[in-house]
């Protein structure tokens, strides 16, 4: 007789090979009724053994009761998005700048596809899987770890040796075609809307709150990369990480190849293109990495996407349709923007009833009228565009499109100023899309990122005179009863709208500068200059020259700044935020005995490479400790960090004078100041 023991444990390593075997490689082995008879074998077992079920059984992935919200947490590293490349010539210039960085003639890089799926960072102790992030804005995500759990490819427990006390992996959760087609069959034979393509399918199976709906999609993750890795060490290459990965239990796509040079990155691109309709999922380029890591950490990052990987994207997917009208829409900063209202055509497995004409000069040139016959495309998540005329398709009588001189929300007039393609309403607040697209900035995902509050509650508050700027909307909950009364609002919904603008009266200053909408003024550098300064008062009472102090900023954002806090409707705005109750916590102290950052004020370069932590660890010590991290050296610099290899920047700062540090006196001066220890 069996050992029901070694049974359960020969089930559970049949079933996780068998996934893996389904969602990896796109192999079978077995059927699929004859997998389920493993399956309900392995329940019934555990059922008659209740004390030998383990969280990471293939039985467990599954349970939970339904979510209100999912928290945000913090990544342990971020996690950076990737700049594009959409030809060949973007490709060779990515490889010169890798080559020049490193001061060689060739490059080993790792290329794979870019699977059209959901980013995913997943967080391991000793093993164990312990929490699972969306990507979010790339510091701070949703916790998932319920619904990632539901993913039967993904290992809640590592196997094998070696493995780091702590491990971040990141990956790319997606559905395959076949799976898609067959959930959409589900979904339209409950009479509900379809799913418009497995990407926004994936995501939005990644997040539903009941973890039950999330298990009954099949869905399928690849492991791509990771974060942090501390007690423990992995390979200096990416290619033997991922190999390291696979002996895990961790899924990684069956296509990534080590390839050199140029000529192999695109060799590879090419081979992928031709064969891209008959893989199993959905993907929309490639994607390079360098090699080794020390490259890496050589090259560095710049904003929010690395120097040392590229996304060569696919060309556009194309259809034809016919304009029925051409409109214009009103932006956050007055921005008049043509749009072509389009006969409805699929394109990319979405359908498309509107595209952009971005400005008058680009009408022009491409000379789209109403009533033409035109090319349309889009790519990924792209806004839909107007690619071309289709001549023969014109007909008689068509009349060149010009811009309003009138702002047709408000009437205000509409000017273009000098130097300027864009034509701009001079309504400001008194523009009522102005407003609306201001509101929807403000609340939106990278500002304060309000759940609930959408597009069309916006319209609702706003035609109700409830939401005339944002600090009207900490004021709402004085109006419970005419909110009860609109339509699609009951009890239970302003209960949850009220809840949700409560919470995200504390805040943070990089989100609060950001969602007042400050032109040019980005996330990133929303963020520098709330580092650089610390606090608004400061930001406010700064003039050019000292803007231009901060990171990334230039003359032309430091004057948009000034100007902002400058009108005095902006200011008012702000009074009005912080006296309805908008906060955020002051700067963190450093645990010196005054409490003040050892390094505030202090400019440092890190050059080289350090043996005891990576770049962005370094990076992250320095900033703890008040100092700005930049990339080039310069007299207001306060020392050169410089490790093994060092580049330009070491030369730079001996003929500025500037002090260096080697790696010992660096790390001395962060252990001093209590931000670093040796884990060894």
Known sequence: MTDPAARILQLRQWIQHHNTRYYVLDDPEISDDAFDQLFRELVDLESQHPAWITPDSPTQRVGGAPLESFPQARHL??????DNAFSDDETAEFHRRVREGLGVDEVEYVAEPKIDGVSLNLIYQRGELRQALTRGDGETGEEVTANARTIAVLPLRLKGEAIPEWLEVRGEVFLRKQDFARLNRQVEERGERSLANPRNAAAGSLRQLDPKITASRPLALFCHGMGRVEGGSLPSRHSEIMAL?????????????????????????????????????????????VNRLADRERLGSVARAPRWARAHKFPPVEARTRVLAIDVQVGRTGVITPVARLAPVAVGGVTVSNATLHNLDEVRRKDVRPGDGVVVCRAGDVIPEVVRVVPELRSEGTIPFD?????????????????????????????????????RHFVGRDGLDIEGVGEKLIEQLYRERLLTDPSDLFHLHRHRQRLEGLERLGVKSVDNLLAAIAKRQTTTLPRFLFALGIRDVGEATARNLAHHFGDLESLMAADAPSL???????????????????????????????QAGVHWPPPAEASTPGGSKPLAGQTVVLTGELSSLTRQQAKMRLEALGAKVSGSVSQRTAFVAAG??????????QALGVKVLDEAAFLELLARHGEYRRSN
């Not at 060799?267 to 994607?287: C, F, K, M």
């Not at 000017?415 to 008194?430: D, K, L, N, V």
């Not at 902002?564 to 705005?573: E, M, Q, S, V």
Request: a neutral charge; one cysteine or more; hydrophobic letters at 35%.
């Open 548 to 578: 231009e102090g901060v990171a990334d900023v230039g003359p032309k954002v430091a004057a948009r700044v000034v100007a902002f806090f400058a009108d005095p409707r902006n200011r008012a705005l702000v009074e009005r935020l912080r």
């Open 245 to 289: 990965f696979q002996t895990w239990g961790l899924p990684v796509c069956p296509r990534l190849t080590v390839v050199h040079g140029l000529e192999g990155c695109l060799n590879y691109y090419r081979a992928l293109e031709s064969d891209r309709h008959t893989l199993p999922y959905e993907i929309d380029g490639v994607v390079y990495k």
């Open 644 to 653: 093994e290899k060092p580049g330009s920047k070491l030369a730079n700062a």
């Open 403 to 439: 811009m309003p001189t009138h702002c047709p929300e408000c009437g205000a007039p509409v000017e273009q100023a000098e130097g300027e393609t864009a034509f701009r309403c001079t309504g400001g607040w008194s523009c009522p899309a102005q407003v609306r697209e201001a509101l």
């Open 77 to 82: 590293t971020p996690m950076m998005s990737l």
